[in-house]
């Protein structure tokens, strides 16, 4: 048996026992929030922006105008494929991928407290695109919004799913000399569009 057989044995012999998950009552967190005005505050404190649309066409449009000098733009959104300048079917590598100006995702939960919106790989065709892309769009109806991560994890309890991430703002960093560094090594930009 080689050193990683053994040191991967050794930890599964000496795994503990799993323990159930705390029961949380979930209403003892209600503060009665105004969640759309919550969400649009935290999503701009962390960096990003929010603007209201009334379909994936109006989403399609605002961006456009907001950023109208792109070319290498994806959207997942449906009946939007002329905002499309790519054909993600033939991508063979990832890395093809990196002068992706905008990438617009739908999602289906957001959560008030943080302003962080959630991505999994059902709206992803490929994984690493929300990390690469220059600005990041995602699109959700109001009504997905959640006031709490404990809320959002009991949903996402009864979703099966491979791969997810939340989103909460821009890419940032203040590691060096504590200055705050916005697109370090991910999105230069989050846009959050709320459907009516």
Do not use: C
């Not at 949380?24 to 962390?46: A, M, R």
């Not at 995702?105 to 059902?122: I, T």
């Amino acid at each position: 048996m080689g050193s990683r057989a053994e040191i991967l044995a050794k930890l599964k012999a000496n795994k503990p026992e799993a323990l159930p998950l705390p029961q949380i009552d979930s209403s003892i967190f209600d503060e009665g929030l105004n969640l759309i005005e919550e969400f649009t505050k935290k999503v701009e404190v962390v960096g990003g922006n929010v603007y209201q649309a009334t379909s994936a066409d109006d989403v399609v449009k605002q961006i456009t105008k907001m950023l109208p000098d792109t070319k290498v733009n994806f959207s997942t959104l449906e009946g939007t494929s002329a905002f499309n300048t790519i054909d993600l079917s033939t991508i063979n590598d990832p890395r093809e991928l990196e002068d992706l100006d905008i990438l617009i995702l739908e999602s289906d939960l957001a959560v008030a407290e943080n302003g962080a919106v959630w991505v999994n790989d059902q709206s992803l065709p490929i994984r690493v695109l929300p990390f690469i892309t220059k600005h990041l769009v995602l699109v959700l109806s109001k009504e997905h919004i959640l006031p709490y991560m404990h809320q959002a994890y009991e949903k996402l309890n009864h979703q099966p799913t491979d791969f997810g991430v939340f989103i909460s703002g821009p890419s940032k960093t203040a590691d060096i000399e504590q200055s705050l560094v916005i697109g370090a090594h991910g999105a230069l930009s989050l846009t959050v569009f709320l459907l009516d």
